[in-house]
């Protein structure tokens, strides 16, 4: 556990940051936290992404056990892009239950990871996979660090800080943008790793290979314009959030900064002041 420290010591350090980031299907970790994530690892930081499901119904041509398959071979591309390690729950995707055996199992993987950092969905989400997978981690934030409670694995030293990955729904209450993170030195790596995933990003019968207006035939261009639809969305977090990007990073960086992925500090589990978790997030320390 290295809480205090800022990046350069940390990537020194014998005993690293550790996060791990719950998504509740094989792209949601990745289009949430890619980019951060991508940072983190350059610094030495050991980053988990976990799939609650796993993926095996969303496309319109492939599914069962070869797309479950094929999911994880693309998130295991996306891991090695970002220099991270990849994990796929066989769990069905829209089947996510918020079950003690579930619960169990995220803990399980928080303690294995010996995390200081846990990243998840805010419960407000539109699938409810994703509800879900909130819902199991902030029951975590509490069972994690009770030693009876999974008593066979030994429980982590003390309390990880819990965070919720953006989204834009509304009610009961909009997403609150504790940390947004430029992520322009590490786009390209997010890029190629959405180029690792066809299944959900390129396939004319993936979901955005249907549900994109005006989706071009051919199959590179397809490629090409669901990508970029992709970019705009994490364009739209940096422009949405503008002014707390000045605030963490000064006038000049805050708005020259493209790209950005935000995160909301949970109301379970440790909570850092603004400072202490700017010192553990990439790229603010310099
Ligand atoms: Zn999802």
Redesign the pocket.
């Given at each position: 556990m290295l809480l205090f420290a800022a990046g350069a010591a940390r990537a020194q350090s014998d005993d690293p940051l550790r996060v791990i980031v719950f998504?509740?299907?094989p792209?949601?970790a990745e289009l949430k936290a890619g980019g951060v994530a991508s940072l983190w690892s350059q610094e030495g930081v050991a980053v988990k992404f976990v799939s609650t499901t796993n993926g095996d119904i969303?496309h319109f041509e492939q599914s069962g056990g070869p797309l479950a398959q094929r999911r994880e071979a693309e998130v295991s591309a996306c891991a090695d892009i970002f220099g991270i390690t990849t994990e796929v729950y066989d769990i069905h995707d829209g089947e996510l239950m918020p079950t003690l055996e579930n619960r169990r199992k995220v803990v399980r993987s928080i303690r294995e990871w010996d995390a200081d950092i846990v990243m998840a969905h805010r419960r407000y989400d539109y699938?409810p996979?994703?509800r879900y997978t909130g819902e199991l981690v902030e029951d975590a934030a509490v069972t994690v660090v009770a030693p009876f409670f999974e008593a066979l694995t030994p429980g982590v030293d003390s309390n990880p800080v819990f965070l919720h990955l953006y989204d834009g729904f509304q009610k009961p209450y909009p997403f609150q943008p504790d940390l947004v993170v430029g992520i322009d030195e590490a786009a390209e790596a997010k890029w190629d790793c959405i180029r690792a995933m066809p299944s959900q990003f390129a396939d004319a019968d993936s979901w955005q290979g249907r549900y994109l207006p005006n989706v071009p035939e051919d199959a590179e261009e397809r490629a090409e314009y669901i990508l970029d639809y992709m970019k705009t969305r994490s364009a739209a977090v940096a422009d949405k959030y503008r002014d707390r990007l000045i605030e963490l990073y000064g006038e000049e960086k805050g708005r020259a900064i493209v790209y950005a992925e935000a995160f909301e500090i949970c109301q379970y589990g440790r909570r850092p002041s603004e400072e202490e978790l700017m010192a553990l997030f990439p790229a603010f320390d310099e």
């Open positions: 998504g509740a299907h792209d949601d969303g699938h996979d994703h």
